[in-house]
């Protein structure tokens, strides 16, 4: 099962009861961050989810919008009693915006460890998170993510009997392992069942839509897209400035054959997002705008 926080929705600049749009994501007791605007600490106080399990940052790209809540957030962490590494994850450049704003957050008691990915990459996340990146078209170098959590094939207690095996060896195998039992070797498969499809999610934002992103999302359970304009009057300017119309994001949805669509990371001219999800509900049906705090959950299906 994984939780997912919609922590703001807003793009460019947080406004008056709208945090700028960045995504918390908990597994069993851990954390990961999505981008990380001015004032995230704010909405992520009130969510009540604590600091201390922040294992990983993921950033799209290094605009202010994204990164400039850093400082306040690792203080937060600190404060809640974090002394385990943190990994920093995004594009090329992460490094050198990081530096910067660890120069007002020094003293942390706790290691940070920045990977900066050009896209293609797969890294681990926190509660046996996989994680992969794909480059998105944003004129800097910008990233979207993927998140899957795998599902092990059911135990077959019947297949475990009948070659013998004593109860308390089922679980190593249940867990993947190979073992030797009365000179026999026994692997994992022998008793599992087939293979199960398990939770995958991406988070796409500000980009231009490609064939690659609705490649990469393939299939996920969720799919957590910018939706920065809802008019297509505003499609000049959406290629200008490098984001996307609602439909535009609703096609990634529909070419990835993804499940559900929620939009996020929308102008501060847009006062209400309804008209951004009747807008993508044309091209995907099953959209919903997101909202400050949403909370959605994912479930093995
Ligand atoms: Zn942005
Ligand atoms: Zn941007």
Redesign the pocket.
């Known amino acids: 099962m994984i939780d997912i926080c919609l922590l703001g929705t807003c793009g460019m600049m947080p406004m008056p009861g709208r945090w700028l749009s960045c995504v918390l994501l908990r597994n069993g007791s851990t954390l990961t961050l999505f981008d990380c605007g001015e004032g995230t600490q704010v909405p992520w106080k009130a969510l009540g989810w604590g600091f201390r399990q922040l294992g990983a940052i993921c950033f799209s790209?290094m605009?202010a919008?994204?990164v400039a809540g850093l400082p306040g957030v690792l203080f937060m962490v600190a404060h809640a009693g974090r002394t385990e590494p943190l990994d920093i994850y995004g594009p090329v450049g992460t490094g050198y915006v990081v530096e910067g704003l660890r120069r007002i957050a020094a003293e942390l008691p706790f290691e940070i460890r920045i990977h900066e990915m050009r896209g293609g990459e797969e890294f681990p996340l926190p509660g046996n998170l996989y994680g992969s990146c794909a480059a998105a078209t944003?004129g800097i170098p910008?990233l979207a993510y993927r998140v899957e959590l795998k599902r092990q094939p059911a135990f077959q207690p019947d297949k475990a009997r009948a070659l013998g095996l004593p109860v308390q060896l089922w679980s190593r195998l249940q867990h993947g392992e190979t073992l030797e039992f009365q000179g026999q070797r026994i692997r994992p498969e022998q008793v599992l069942g087939e293979p199960r499809r398990g939770i995958a999610l991406a988070y796409i934002t500000?980009t231009r839509p490609t064939a690659a992103l609705s490649a990469f999302a393939r299939d996920v359970d969720l799919l957590i897209c910018e939706s920065m304009y809802d008019n297509p009057e505003d499609l000049p300017q959406a290629r200008a400035n490098a984001h996307m119309l609602a439909e535009e994001s609703a096609s990634i949805a529909r070419e990835a054959g993804a499940r559900e669509l929620i939009l996020t990371h929308f102008s501060p001219k847009i006062n209400d997002p309804t008209y951004a999800e009747k807008a993508a509900r044309r091209v995907f049906s099953n959209t919903r705008a997101a909202r400050d705090g949403m909370v959605v959950t994912l479930q093995f299906r």
Do not use: E, P, R, T
């Open positions: 790209h605009h919008d994204h944003h910008c500000d």
